[in-house]
């Protein structure tokens, strides 16, 4: 027993040194069993992810496969035929609907003449057949409505839009061409009585059409007007027949409320 103890004194005051040298050893041995633990989850998330990313990849690979097998691209195309027809007549039908649009508007113009007198005196070279300008409107107007189609559809080749559309190019410049010369020079090809009848015309016209005169006032004014644009000025029948339907109209004034209480006789009673 004292051999034993005397051992164990003679080994620690020869390795005494060791006593600061076990927590170091006992640090890295922690540090070592620390850093192969974190090694091992590691691998397991790397192969957990791994797995995941395959069954990803599967889904996606199926998600594609629907695609193609079920989505727009497994529609049939448009037949190349049918591309190049449309191709072919959307134009031509736009520009023939256009066209016709154009026609109506410049027979809207014409119309508002045809139809006011009181324009017509205002501006009468509109409707005086001597000027060549208004004779060339109108023949280029007359050759528009002849060949203005019922529908874009029946300007079915090029040749017949282009002819339509030269004529109703036409019709467009001359009318304007017509109504620029109408305004600027107005009366000045009428002599000085000629003017006068004409603006005596021009006063009487809202007298023939004004509600509150008497019938026979109307028809007074009216029948004055027609006998100072005699020989002036050739008015169109569109023209003539607006205006009597106006000249002729009733005037339907308010009725008088009958007496509160009964008539007089009745009062009387």
Do not use: C
Not at 6 to 34: D, E, K, T
Not at 81 to 110: F, G, K, M, Y
Not at 144 to 167: F, I, N, T, V, W
Not at 242 to 252: F, G, H, N, W, Y
């Amino acid at each position: 027993m004292n051999e034993a103890i005397n051992n164990i004194l003679n080994f620690a005051g020869h390795y005494w040194w060791l006593i600061f040298a076990a927590p170091v050893v006992i640090g890295m041995f922690r540090s070592a069993l620390s850093g192969d633990r974190r090694g091992r989850r590691s691998g397991s998330r790397d192969r957990f992810e791994r797995g995941s990313g395959s069954a990803e990849g599967l889904a996606n690979n199926q998600g594609q496969n629907n695609q193609n097998t079920y989505g727009p691209a497994s529609y049939p195309a448009t037949p190349a035929w049918r591309q190049q027809s449309q191709a072919a007549e959307s134009p031509r039908e736009r520009e023939a609907t256009r066209l016709i649009a154009d026609h109506r508007a410049v027979n809207a113009r014409w119309l508002e003449y045809e139809l006011d007198v009181g324009k017509l005196i205002d501006y009468p070279m509109m409707s005086d057949v001597r000027e060549p300008l208004t004779v060339e409107f109108i023949r280029a107007k007359r050759l528009a409505d002849g060949m203005k189609p019922e529908s874009p559809q029946e300007l079915d080749d090029d040749a017949r839009l282009a002819e339509y559309r030269q004529a109703v190019r036409n019709f467009e410049v001359s009318f304007d061409v017509a109504e620029r010369e109408a305004k600027r020079i107005k009366d000045q090809h009428f002599s000085a009585p000629e003017q006068q009848r004409l603006k005596t015309a021009r006063k009487l016209l809202p007298m023939a059409v004004d509600a509150a005169s008497t019938q026979a006032e109307r028809q007074l004014a009216y029948s004055r007007a027609r006998k100072e644009l005699d020989g002036l000025i050739a008015l169109p029948d569109e023209a003539l027949a607006a205006l009597e339907k106006r000249v002729q109209a009733e005037i339907s004034g308010p009725k008088a409320d009958p007496l509160p209480g009964g008539s007089a006789a009745e009062k009387g009673k």
